[in-house]
């Protein structure tokens, strides 16, 4: 096992953008404490797909449709091996703290269950940085904003939102800022979700970072059909579309 330090070179600060942040499948907060696992039913590790996955969410706050969240998971090369694309495009104005624009991509490489290859670009209103990582040996080696970082290679990562097994973990690799962020999750039990085609029953889990409190609800296949995100007393809704 390597041994590299594992802890943060920087701590993230509370801002005003802090849980808008998050619909770009990274929250941007400071370490917590040892994993706690709540939720057993979900599964470990993600199902590698037979066929490709698209997602495309609407997000709503305070009724307003501020951007979409696409996410698009597809087979590639041998088997057990994935590509995920995470895309997201927001902009929302606020009387006290004026417009807010920020814009995503991540782009990562699976193979056996195991992240292979990330890269990401953000733009936070007009702060532009980029994250890069690959394996290297047991570890996942990454390489953005905070510095160079080494996470455990099992690890999944943030924009691993789309399939349940997120909710059974205890920590995720930021594929924003880099460095690992810690998670808990909640089942909360079966419930009725009204999407664009219906209602759908789904699975609906608690899932809670030292930032931001949410719900989200997977289908019985286990990926993402929507959810709410909360954090001071706001929340941005996920509605899917077709």
């Not at 809670?208 to 995100?229: C, H, Q, T, Y």
Request: aromatic share 10%; net charge positive.
């Amino acid at each position: 096992m390597s041994t590299r330090s594992r802890t943060r070179p920087v701590e993230y600060r509370i801002s005003r953008r802090s849980f808008l942040s998050f619909l770009g499948g990274a929250v941007a907060t400071a370490p917590m404490g040892p994993p706690l696992l709540i939720s057993a039913a979900a599964h470990a590790r993600p199902n590698a797909p037979t066929q490709p996955i698209h997602l495309s969410f609407q997000m709503f706050w305070r009724r307003r449709n501020i951007g979409t969240h696409r996410i698009s998971v597809w087979p590639a090369g041998e088997a057990g091996s994935w590509r995920v694309e995470s895309v997201v495009d927001l902009k929302a104005r606020h009387w006290l703290v004026g417009e807010i624009i920020f814009k995503y991509r991540g782009e990562e490489v699976w193979r056996d269950g195991r992240i292979v290859e990330l890269r990401s670009a953000t733009d936070d209103n007009g702060e532009v940085y980029s994250l890069s990582g690959q394996v290297e040996g047991s570890d996942f080696a990454l390489n953005g904003p905070a510095g160079p970082y080494w996470a455990r290679g099992s690890l999944l990562t943030t924009n691993s939102l789309w399939t349940e097994a997120v909710c059974a973990q205890g920590e995720l690799i930021d594929a924003k800022n880099g460095g690992v962020i810690g998670v808990v999750a909640e089942k909360r039990g079966v419930k009725t979700v009204e999407t664009n085609t219906g209602g759908t029953t789904a699975r609906a889990y608690d899932v809670v970072s030292p930032l931001l409190a949410g719900e989200f609800w997977f289908n019985a296949e286990g990926i993402l059909i929507g959810g709410v995100i909360k954090k001071s007393g706001q929340e941005v809704k996920y509605v899917a579309q077709s």
